[in-house]
């Protein structure tokens, strides 16, 4: 079965410092890595995904995140916090074979101090 | 524009009051989810749809009907509401070819609380 862990709650980060949003997951066979935030009273965006290739992916917003597969993580990064990065996170995954779900971890809520 | 519309975006009901939510793509989609949201807990997934007539139970299923006669629309349909269906639903579409790679898209949500 898939799972998905975001181990941190929440992330507190001051404006203008790296900021790191931790994912770990598990499935079976290789994996197609998501990454999606939530603003208040709005539905989720897209922000990158790792399907194959460079372990590094850029996505939207400065954010990226980097793929490791010896220890199942895709960390989300960003080296410069902005306020308005402050939102809610979600790490998905689904299996890259026809027909699996998306599992969606528990969320990570960001907060960027000015 | 691309999208996923669902209405009504906010219900407020009671009790046993059957309702459906509606979930409608304009992108051709072949595959149809709906997740509820919970603090803590994430997005689980309710039932989801790879094709026109073809559905499936996710994580949480119980309580909920779907249907899927057409490609673009994913009713989700509560017989008899109960309190602990309380939540944020969203609806979210993806293509989901042999090799898919492709994003899921998400509506903007229904917030359904039941008295």
């Known amino acids: 079965a898939q799972s998905v862990a975001q181990p941190e709650d929440q992330v507190n980060v001051a404006e203008g410092n790296p900021l790191t949003v931790k994912c770990t997951y598990s499935?079976?066979?290789?994996?197609?890595l998501f990454w999606y935030v939530q603003y208040p009273n709005r539905g989720l965006q897209f922000l990158l995904k790792y399907i194959t290739g460079d372990n590094l992916v850029k996505g939207s917003y400065g954010f990226e995140a980097e793929f490791n597969k010896s220890q199942t993580s895709f960390h989300l990064k960003k080296p410069s916090a902005l306020v308005s990065d402050s939102a809610l996170y979600f790490c998905a995954v689904r299996a890259a074979f026809y027909g699996q779900n998306f599992v969606f971890g528990p969320g990570t809520r960001l907060s960027v101090l000015p | 524009e691309a999208q996923v519309t669902q209405n009504p975006r906010y219900l407020i009901t009671v009790t046993g009051k059957k309702l459906t939510v509606t979930c409608s793509q304009n992108?051709?989609?072949?595959?149809m989810s709906w997740y509820r949201q919970d603090p803590g807990l994430g997005l689980r997934q309710i039932y989801y749809s790879m094709n026109v007539e073809v559905t499936d139970k996710g994580d949480v299923p119980e309580g909920y009907k779907v249907s899927r006669k057409e490609k673009r629309n994913f009713p989700l349909i509560l017989e008899s509401p109960s309190p602990n269906q309380t939540s944020l639903y969203f609806c979210?579409?993806?293509?989901?070819?042999?090799?898919?790679?492709?994003?899921?898209?998400f509506g903007p949500g229904t917030r359904l609380t039941v008295l």
């Open positions: 979210a579409s993806s293509f989901q070819g042999a090799i898919s790679t492709d994003t899921q898209y």
């Open positions: 499935v079976s066979g290789n994996p197609y």
């Open positions: 992108m051709n989609h072949e595959y």
